[in-house]
């Protein structure tokens, strides 16, 4: 856990699990996951909320922020935040992505603090400055509607080959044109370097954006080129530096995406926690 005089926390994201089975293997296991992440250290937990999954939107029984609660507490873990993935194609939230987020905004106002990640599902770069425009109409539109309940909002990107905010000149577009006043940028520094860029630079360039960041590493072999945290390319204690010299608050939330997560989500969680228990929080209290 972090130590009291630290304002950085670290966070287990739940994708780590989602990946097994097409999501099938964890659904409605959350009391699971709570367990492994408070056993890997990490401080809390980022959940999902999935439009398309709108029977239950992956979170099943513990959509019910009681429920929840109840699950974080005995895990003596707190939730970092819920990622809301949405299609986000039309000007305007369609039907379903609108349930979805009123479903998010539901759990989040009752837990004081805890952000809702905005996601957008990748389904194409045919018509992109559309595309583009439309993800910014809507992420502006959620976000808005959280920032008037008193909900702190942060716009994650991704980097799949058919992902619409992937290369510098989609974050020109995107980031410049998301509404500072009612949400963030969650830069997750895995994708960011799969998408051409520099990590410390982007985040040089969208600072006053930066409200949550995630941590994936990056191999740079094959069409899901990612590592096992600590063991590829990116080097995080270079990051976890950048934002305490920026005294940055908030969390730093591990999403593991390699394949050995696939198989082993569990494992890969707990070795996780481990490396960053040695590598990483020692760096905070400089």
């Known amino acids: 856990m972090s130590t009291p005089t630290s304002k950085i926390q670290f966070g287990a994201e739940v994708y780590t699990w989602f990946m097994q089975a097409g999501g099938k293997a964890y659904a409605n296991k959350l009391d699971h996951l709570a367990a492994i992440t408070a056993k890997a250290g990490f401080d809390g937990i980022e959940p999902m909320v999935i439009s398309h999954l709108s029977d239950d939107y992956w979170l099943g029984d513990f959509k019910d922020p009681s429920r929840l609660a109840d699950t974080l507490a005995a895990n003596n873990i707190k939730l970092a935040a819920i990622s809301l993935t949405c299609g986000w194609r039309e000007e305007r939230e369609n039907e379903q992505d609108r349930a979805a987020a009123d479903v998010a905004l539901a759990i989040l106002k009752r837990f004081p603090g805890a952000r809702l990640g905005t996601v957008q599902m990748p389904s194409g770069r045919d018509h992109i400055h559309e595309r583009r425009l439309n993800l910014v109409r809507n992420v502006n539109a959620v976000s808005k509607r959280a920032a008037d309940a008193g909900i702190v909002c942060s ?23 998301l509404d500072p006043e009612v949400t963030g940028w969650t830069p997750d520094v895995g ?26 590493d990056f191999s740079g072999n094959g069409p899901e080129p990612w590592a096992q945290m600590g063991t590829g390319k990116l080097d995080f204690h270079q990051i976890t530096e950048w934002l305490v010299r920026r005294n940055y608050t908030g969390w730093i939330v591990c999403e593991d995406e390699c394949h050995a997560a696939v198989g082993d989500p569990d494992g890969v969680t707990l070795q996780n926690g481990a490396w960053c228990a040695e590598q990483l929080r020692p760096l905070l209290n400089r």
């Open 155 to 177: 716009f994650h990107p991704n980097s799949p080959p058919h992902s619409a905010i992937r290369t510098r000149e989609d974050y020109d577009v995107v980031l410049n044109s």
């Open 191 to 216: 994708h960011i370097v799969r998408g051409g860029m520099n990590v410390i630079e982007t985040l040089n360039h969208w600072d006053y954006l930066v409200n949550h960041i995630h941590y994936k």
